[in-house]
């Protein structure tokens, strides 16, 4: 099949194509793309917080969820309709250790936008009367995930795992509705004023991208943004746990959630993630994957099973973890089978048309990934914040090729240990419900 | 480009060329995107639960998963099932049922486009649908089923569009009832797969980086061969009767967030009246100028409000939906969402709230070409509306809806003994 004729040249790297600068503290990646008229962004910088406070990862979501309600002379009104009068879009997330920001517009509006996502970080009004509605929609926020067997299940695992210093431990729901309680106006304006800074500031634009523009914009309104003083506290490592079940009982909740999962001591820069990765993807990465293959198309167990490595970074480990949804009565059944059909993969390995099969899966997708500008600007900024050189995304399929059979069933043996799993079940279960099925 | 042979040209619109197989009436709708070296295939059914007669809730939904399970050229036992062949390359496959269509798409580099054409072509009318396989694919349909009823807002939609209609199959839920998928037999959705599933029933749609003369070979090459039955189509000629006075249900569920939703009968989704609709949604519920935030949410009232409409190819429902806020009841938010629809009845929208709605679609419309999937999912709905080009026109039709026709649509849709009320009640497990 050929492609069009303007693209059977061979298209340029992303080194040679990517426009990049320091503007001040922020650097700035841009990549034009053929697509007309629509550009898009995706930012972060460095917030900080002490993770074992848990105080400020709630005031880090409340100042998050108060960006949009006015900035500088504009009220929350005259904000939104900046951004309504336009169709643009404005977003900002608490990712734990950074804060993101993203965004799309049109071509001729996105110096303006560019502006105003600057505004809004930096002088945001955090308006006393609007503390309590910021309240109350965290608050609805975790109530929804209170009621969500997949966000217990993975958030009881996630405390069977890691310290509360560490990045990925989440606390309980409901000691979280206590302390966004005791918040108040003066404490979140301190959390704006020690967090956001331009630490480690990046923004990458794609599309339809004016450079000219855009470097005029960032230098107005990013360029003289100072950093703040703040330095990351999280501990890097998982605790030590014996493995074992938690339940998290949910009436009315006939499918249940299930994670099986432990520690990684592996990083994303790590030589064995990718051949880890691999192994993972063969054993629960899509459909055609070992889990998906056995526990629902053969046995009919489950609608979904995955696994992935989760929460892994450059800066701190991570962990491995299994994800099922069984329907009550096939909690049982569905746990040892999951675990029977780990153990076999993790004495086996994978084959070599296994693995290959899984390599073009791999780069066909990473290209298929990057075929809209948003999936260009976050693979671009995610790449950044790990630390890696642009060129890395080029060398990423050859990195994947290169992988040996040997190489990725080395990383099985060492990395993953059915023996270490924790079991964690949300849903309509009672606690010992699974117990002959703990690894 | 010359026209290749076995296909008649049809008309285009906004870049999308559409063509017809002349043998057996398959449609081709072409939309050339050289952004990215990658495309999306992607076939539509005009088949979906309002196809389903009572007792055989869930079978399209059902039939949608056995056509992964193989078919004559495609399967397991080859070595070549469907997700393994297309998955090795990259692909991002998958299939969804609705109301009015199933459809099955791989968005893949472009390379590998002949790839999916010729998988699509032979499970439309090579799927095996065996025995064996639609028991075991019975549990996991059962287990999604479980999964949809943990989630409360899921259970308040289908209980409000089960209320709002008595008679047509929009009653009930895509997926079916738990009793019929416990019941569907392999003969029920055999005559389902062939009744419906025929080249003159469906669409296929191209999008992304391709060459238009090799594209329309491919597909005459694998779907020309496919002969449409001599039997006409079945006509869908349930009619739901008027209703004639409001109805309300409650949901009741383990859990902490309630939830309030206000739904109206509304029309075919290729009538003006729906785009006016539309654009109504889009000024009630728009960000912070949006009428319900001002009104539900910014007063504290609501932590969320929103509006939707439905574009089907019945008329179906046109909604708001909120969460109270912690300690507001459902009876309060519910008089808000009133008193919101009462003002704009009574004193109709101003024209600065229009044109931001106006901009508004406006760089959605342009987003929406932003990678083959995101114009594939809006094309595939329009196709199962009833015309292609809503997704098209779209523009044209909004600036057509004026201030005077959004106060009518809300003064005539907008009504008490149309209205369908659904609130979820959480219960406060210990």
């Not at chain 1, 898009?40 to 400020?56: L, Q």
């Not at chain 1, 999951?338 to 899966?361: D, H, M, N, S, Y």
């Not at chain 2, 929208?349 to 999937?373: C, M, P, V, Y």
Request: glycine content about 8%; hydrophobic content about 40%; overall charge negative.
């Amino acid at each position: 099949m050929n492609v069009s004729p303007q693209r059977q040249a061979r298209t340029p790297s992303f080194a040679e194509r990517v426009s990049e600068r320091l503007i001040g503290p922020c650097r700035l990646i841009m990549l034009r793309t053929p697509i007309q008229n629509v550009v898009t962004w995706c930012g972060s910088f460095h917030s900080a917080p002490d993770m074992g406070n848990k105080e400020e990862l709630l005031l880090q979501h409340l100042v998050v969820s108060m960006l949009d309600k006015g900035a500088g002379t504009l009220d929350r009104f005259a904000v939104a309709e900046i951004l309504e009068d336009k169709g643009a879009e404005l977003a900002f997330s608490s990712d734990v250790l950074r804060i993101d920001f993203s965004g799309r517009a049109l071509k001729k509006d996105v110096t303006e936008v560019l502006g105003l996502t600057a505004l809004q970080l930096r002088e945001p009004l955090l308006a006393e009367e609007e503390l309590a509605k910021a309240k109350d929609r965290i608050s609805a926020s975790i109530k929804r995930s209170m009621e969500s067997t997949s966000a217990q299940a993975s958030g009881a695992l996630r405390r069977r795992i890691y310290g509360v210093s560490h990045p990925n431990y989440i606390e309980e729901f409901e000691e979280r509705l206590e302390q966004l309680q005791r918040l108040s106006i003066d404490d979140v304006r301190a959390y704006h004023a020690a967090h956001f800074g331009a630490n480690a500031c990046t923004l990458v634009v794609t599309g339809d991208v004016d450079e000219n523009a855009v470097n005029e914009a960032v230098e107005n309104h990013f360029a003289g943004w100072p950093s703040h003083e703040a330095s990351p506290r999280f501990a890097e490592t998982p605790e030590e746990h014996a493995p074992g079940v938690s339940t998290v009982a949910i009436p009315d909740k006939e499918n249940v959630d299930v994670r099986l999962g432990h520690a990684l001591a592996i990083r994303r820069n790590d030589p064995d993630y990718i051949p880890a990765f691999l192994g993972n993807f063969a054993l629960g990465g899509n459909f055609s994957a070992r889990l998906m293959q056995t526990i629902r198309d053969e046995m009919g167990l489950t609608y979904g099973i995955g696994a992935s490595l989760s929460g892994v970074s450059t800066e701190y480990d991570g962990h491995w973890q299994v994800a099922v949804t069984l329907s009550k009565e096939y909690v049982q059944r569905g746990v040892e089978e999951t675990v029977k059909q780990i153990r076999r993969f993790v004495a086996g390995g994978v084959t070599p048309e296994e693995l290959q099969e899984k390599k073009t899966t791999v780069t066909g997708a990473f290209k298929v990934g990057l075929s809209t500008t948003f999936g260009l600007a976050k693979t671009l900024l995610s790449n950044v914040e790990q630390g890696f050189e642009i060129a890395y995304l080029d060398e990423f399929p050859d990195r994947v090729e290169s992988v040996s059979v040997d190489e990725v069933n080395r990383a099985i043996a060492q990395v993953f240990v059915p023996n270490a799993l924790h079991v964690t079940l949300a849903g309509n279960v009672r606690e010992g419900d699974v117990k002959r099925a703990c690894p | 480009m010359d026209i290749p042979k076995g296909f008649s040209f049809e008309e285009a619109s906004g870049g999308v060329e559409a063509y017809r197989l002349e043998d057996n009436g398959l449609q081709a709708l072409l939309l050339q995107d050289a952004t990215a070296p990658v495309a999306t295939f992607m076939i539509t059914y005009r088949v979906g639960s309002r196809h389903e007669p009572e007792g055989l809730t869930g079978a399209c939904h059902f039939l949608e998963h056995l056509m992964f399970k193989g078919s004559a050229r495609f399967n397991k036992q080859a070595g070549t099932s469907v997700f393994n062949v297309l998955q090795r390359v990259g692909a991002r496959v998958n299939a969804t049922t609705w109301l009015d269509r199933t459809n099955y798409y791989e968005m893949l580099p472009g390379e590998y486009l002949p790839l999916a054409v010729e998988i699509e072509a032979d499970r439309m009318r090579g799927a095996l649908l065996q025995d064996e396989d639609m028991e075991r694919e019975r549990t996991v349909i059962l287990n999604e089923l479980d999964r949809g009823e943990n989630d409360s807002i899921r259970k308040l939609f289908h209980a409000v569009w089960a209320a709002a209609f008595t008679v047509h199959p929009y009653h009930h839920p895509v997926i079916g009832w738990r009793g019929d998928v416990e019941r569907l037999t392999p003969d029920g959705l055999r005559h389902f797969y062939d009744t419906y599933y025929r080249p003159d029933n469906a669409t296929v749609s191209i999008i992304g980086d391709f060459d238009k003369t090799e594209a329309l070979g491919l597909v005459h090459r694998h779907f020309g061969q496919i002969a449409s039955p001599e039997e006409a189509l079945p006509t869908m000629h349930v009619c739901e009767p008027a209703q004639e006075e409001e109805r309300r249900v409650v949901v009741r569920q383990a859990g902490w967030q309630g939830a309030v939703m206000v739904a109206w009968k509304s029309p075919r989704g290729l009538e003006a009246d729906t785009d006016a609709l539309d654009m109504l949604s889009a000024i009630l519920s728009a960000g912070k100028n949006g009428r319900l935030y001002r009104r539900l949410t910014d007063t504290g009232l609501t932590t969320s409000a929103w509006g939707g409409i439905s574009r089907f190819c019945d008329p179906g429902l046109a909604y708001v939906f909120a969460r109270p806020a912690p300690d507001k009841t459902h009876e309060e938010v519910e008089a808000a969402i009133h008193a919101t629809i009462d003002e704009i009845k009574e004193n109709g929208i101003t024209e600065e709230e229009l044109q931001r709605a106006r901009n508004q679609r406006k760089a959605q419309a342009a987003f929406s070409r932003d990678g083959s999937f995101s114009a594939a999912a809006e094309l595939n709905e329009a196709i199962a509306a009833g015309d292609w080009k809503i997704y098209t026109t779209m523009q044209d039709r909004i600036h057509q809806v004026t201030g005077k026709h959004i106060q009518r649509v809300a003064r005539k849709y907008f009504v008490e003994n149309a209205c369908t009320t659904g609130y979820y009640i959480p219960g406060y497990p210990d």
